[in-house]
């Protein structure tokens, strides 16, 4: 298993630019969850899919975030315009929303700077 | 509101020390998850352990250990024997009850541990 793969893994964007950042989930798992880490505010949830259907988007900063998954396999957060206080790590993590025996797996992150 | 404290920002010990790190959760739900995580200074985040509420045994794995206690809303987690590869922020989550099933994770502030040799 590949795990939940990320890309890309560090970006340096210019403020005002758009910025996309990509996940691909661990076959199978049916929710898929777009967390920020920075050191003010920690880990916290940005928006969650159950299925492809957004559950709870109530972690989206501003109208400036989205995020879509257009199948089970693939998702974008996309930050347009970006400013530097986007600047944080973003996961993103997949899980089988059932009672399994495995928590959340996430990928490796990106590294998000916007100067 | 659903709530996780780690009152421990920073901890040092030095190696072959047992060091164990609290964790304090706020739910209503009567069926909740607990998680462990490490992240070590590379960043990903490391799964550890994934308790239910159902479940109050403690669980050993290797040095590792974890007591789930109820009562006081607390699940903890030892290191027994410390090393210097166990120096890592380490993050205990609480999952909401989503229609019976794990829902979003609301992780706490985390805890640094530092291990010296």
């Known amino acids: 298993d590949a795990g939940v793969i990320q890309s890309p893994r560090h970006e340096v964007t210019e403020m005002g630019q758009e910025v996309t ?18 050191m003010m505010r920690g880990l916290e949830l940005l928006i969650y899919f159950n299925n492809n259907v957004p559950i709870d988007d109530s972690g989206m900063p501003e109208d400036r975030f989205s995020a879509k998954m257009p199948n089970a396999s693939f998702s974008t957060l996309k930050i347009q315009p970006s400013e530097p206080r986007d600047s944080a790590v973003y996961f993103c993590a997949s899980s089988l929303a059932h009672r399994g025996p495995v ?13 | 509101a659903q709530k996780v404290t780690q009152a421990q920002t920073e901890i040092s010990v030095v190696e072959k020390e047992d060091v164990t ?9 009567t069926t909740y ?7 070590p200074p590379s960043g990903e985040l490391v799964f550890l352990i994934r308790r239910n509420s159902f479940d109050e045994q403690n669980e050993i794995s290797g040095r590792y250990s974890w007591n789930f206690q109820k009562s006081t809303s607390s699940f903890n987690f030892t290191i027994t024997a ?7 922020v380490y993050f205990c989550a609480l999952s909401e009850n989503y229609g019976g099933s794990q829902g979003n994770l609301i992780f706490g502030k985390g805890t640094k541990l530092s291990v010296k040799p």
């Open chain 1, 21 to 38: 950042l990509r996940c691909k989930p661990i076959s199978g798992h049916n929710s898929l969850f777009w967390y920020r880490q920075t």
């Open chain 1, 103 to 115: 928590g959340y797996t996430f990928g490796s992150g990106t590294r998000l700077t916007i100067v």
């Open chain 2, 21 to 29: 790190l609290d964790c304090v959760y706020e739910t209503r739900d």
């Open chain 2, 33 to 39: 998850y607990l998680f462990w995580y490490k992240q």
């Open chain 2, 82 to 88: 410390s090393q210097v590869v166990d120096s890592a």
